[in-house]
């Protein structure tokens, strides 16, 4: 108690004669402690204001450097296969999580946008285009194909055409799409019990064409978001390997232009060094041409 700094307010409470005791041995009034309260509790205001701005500086500085280290893809997607099967309902089903019982056949092409997140700091972007199965559009639907880096084929298991017509998909996939796109064949209606395609020969046919196989359920959800997540890891991993050979090619073309650098450098520095020597010799030929016998 020697020192009026000391005083806060989990101070012990005192009588009023003990007080006045405590502040005539001390030389202290009122005003005096009244004042050092006031400052004592001003630092303490101070200090809580610069832990808060520190605070937010941190959280800023991992959000920014967070970001910073984010792998952010982006991919054009499109849907293929026959009327009915089922194209705009896994569409709809991934977009937003619902199935709609009223039926709207696709005219030409539907785009949407969306983002999937596959781990802590890879981000996908998704330019999905839903289009129409009928024929009197398959030649409008086909200038969407260009730039394709993903395409879901879908079959109906419950209608035995729609698989049957799966030939002509591939067909038209070989003639129009980039040969570099990653390819998913998808039965749909896994919910149905009517199905007249065995799992077994569906998966035969996407071994044979080079595909990845999964069966889904629109109604119920049953694999729509591991559709898409399995399509688009496999395009990050293509793209990573890209990347890759890449990186590794332009490093042996750059290898193989600095050997030449050096080899065109080197014949140079031969020329010179000949064509300094014929220079020295033909001026040491005329010194004594010139000189007294």
Not at 246 to 273: P, V
Request: proline residues 0%.
């Amino acid at each position: 108690m020697n020192d009026y700094n000391n005083f806060n307010n989990n101070e012990i409470l005192f009588s009023m004669n003990e007080m006045n005791t405590i502040l005539e041995n001390n030389n202290l009034t009122i005003t005096n402690i009244t004042k050092a309260y006031d400052n004592n509790n001003d630092t303490n205001n101070i200090s809580l204001d610069s832990e808060k701005k520190e605070e937010n500086s941190i959280s800023k500085y991992d959000i920014e450097n967070t970001n910073e280290n984010l792998n952010k893809y982006e991919y054009k997607i499109i849907l293929l296969g026959d009327v009915n099967v089922g194209k705009t309902a896994i569409f709809q089903r991934f977009l937003t999580d619902k199935f709609s019982n009223d039926y709207h056949c696709t005219i030409n092409c539907e785009l949407k946008v969306h983002s999937l997140k596959l781990n802590n700091n890879t981000f996908v972007n998704l330019k999905l285009w839903d289009t129409a199965g009928t024929e009197k559009y398959r030649s409008v639907t086909r200038s969407y194909y260009k730039n394709t880096n993903g395409i879901v084929l879908i079959f109906d298991l419950t209608v035995r055409k729609s698989f049957n017509q799966l030939k002509k998909w591939v067909n038209e996939i070989k003639e129009y799409c980039p040969k570099e796109s990653e390819i998913i064949l998808v039965g749909n209606k896994s919910d149905c019990f009517n199905r007249t395609v065995a799992k077994e020969e569906a998966k035969l046919f996407a071994k044979k064409n080079d595909y990845d196989y999964i069966e889904t359920s629109a109604l119920n959800g049953t694999n729509v978001l591991l559709l898409f997540e399995t399509l688009s890891k496999k395009l990050v991993e293509k793209e990573k390997n890209n990347e890759s050979f890449e990186n590794k090619s332009s490093l042996f073309k750059n290898r193989k232009s600095l050997k030449n650098y050096n080899r065109t450098n080197s014949l140079n520095a031969d020329k010179y060094i000949k064509m300094r020597t014929s220079i020295k010799n033909n001026s040491i030929k005329k010194e004594k041409k010139n000189s007294c016998c």
